[in-house]
């Protein structure tokens, strides 16, 4: 049995990382301690279209599947 993540997955996990990263990290603390809620973060995500990963194509969403959107909210909570 394969484990590995397929080639879509780990474009995901990257792009996500890669976000988290960048975009998170630095102002993460600073959410925390002012209890802001970063609505400009939460708009990049659906830029990026991860917002809708886990909703099908047909309602306007990415059409992924559940391990995909495992995958970007676990690299979103690292």
Request: hydrophobic share 45%; proline share 6%.
């Amino acid at each position: 049995m394969d484990f590995d993540l397929s080639p879509d997955h780990e474009l995901i996990r990257s792009t996500v990382r890669e976000f988290a990263e960048g975009e998170i990290a630095p102002v993460a603390e600073e959410l925390d301690r002012t209890k802001a809620f970063p609505y400009e973060i939460v708009a990049q995500l659906g830029e990026l279209g991860l917002m809708g990963i886990p909703f099908p194509e047909s309602v306007g969403g990415a059409g992924g599947d559940s391990l995909a959107y495992a995958i970007a909210v676990e690299e979103l909570a690292r």
